[in-house]
């Protein structure tokens, strides 16, 4: 039944429309004019801020958001986004929906891209300064797909298509002179037959293009950038440590409750190896001491404050601990 009138007899409703506040907020006002009472109004939103949308209705306890995972019939995660006022019995709600329609719920707070896309946010940073610095794309992709990853971040924006991000660049007045390059030669991505790689003949395939690399070059001297030589260590170092950095941060912020709910995101959202057990559980193997000394080296060496250590990675770190003590000091006290 289309038309938003009919939602009167729905117990729970789910928004899906573009990531843009004020058309979530028409949808939110409608839905609260035409819901039953009661009813669970949740957002599919990957990013904005739920506290704000349920200020479009008078019934801020039955709003919360609901993120599933693209493409959605595959993808296992739903981000359960409980608000600053939403009600346990709506939360309650939403977490025994997903786990009916077989997905595995992950509650989190309200922060700017929620627990999946605040961290990948932090490894799309660095995957850009590193082509800067002197990698090529192919040898990031590389090195996050040996590491067990279905595929890496230059891959990954060929396929959800590079002008969305450059839209959201111009709206913003922010330059990425690389990805804007490739956009404005008309490199979109899988959708135009070619981004950062070139795909012959309707193929999903990625293959290296020379006039990229040659673009990335170009750039880098007209911007005055001496490229170096990177290894494939500092590659890992630089794509997996600033997400558990801010896997810290979103800890500390209490956004998760536990490093294991930031673990089940990345397993079940974003493809993270199995038997890497999420990327909390791997800081734990790797150590958070040697962790926190490569963010501190490479804050200094790339000029980057924003690697240095969290104050919960920090601490941690000094006392020797791991993030899934955290857990068991919960349970102890």
Known sequence: VVGLENVKDADLVIE??????????????????????????????????????????????????????????????????????????????????????????????VCDGFVGNRMLAQRGKQAEKLL???????QVDAVVTKFGMPMGPFAMGDLAGLDIGWRSRKDRGIKSEIADALCEAGRFGQKTGKGYYKYEGGSRAPLPDPDVEKLIVDTCALLGLKRREISDDEILERMIYPMINEGARILEEGIAARPSDIDVVWLYGYGWPIYRGGPMHYADQVGLKHIADRLSYYAKATNDPSLEPAPLLKRLAAEGKTFASLAAGKKAA
Do not use: W
């Open 16 to 109: 899906a429309v573009f990531e843009t506040m004020a058309i979530k907020k028409e949808v939110f006002t409608a839905l609260d004019k035409y819901a039953k009472p009661g009813a669970v109004l949740a957002s599919n939103t990957s990013y904005l801020n739920i506290d704000e949308i349920a200020k479009s209705t008078k019934r801020p306890q039955d709003v919360l958001g609901m993120h599933f995972f693209s493409p959605a019939n595959v993808m296992k995660l739903c981000e359960i986004v409980r608000a600053d006022k939403t009600a346990p019995d709506a939360l309650t709600t939403a977490v025994a929906v997903a786990r009916k329609i077989a997905k595995v719920p992950a509650v989190v707070g």
């Open 132 to 138: 800067f610095e002197g990698a090529l794309h192919q």
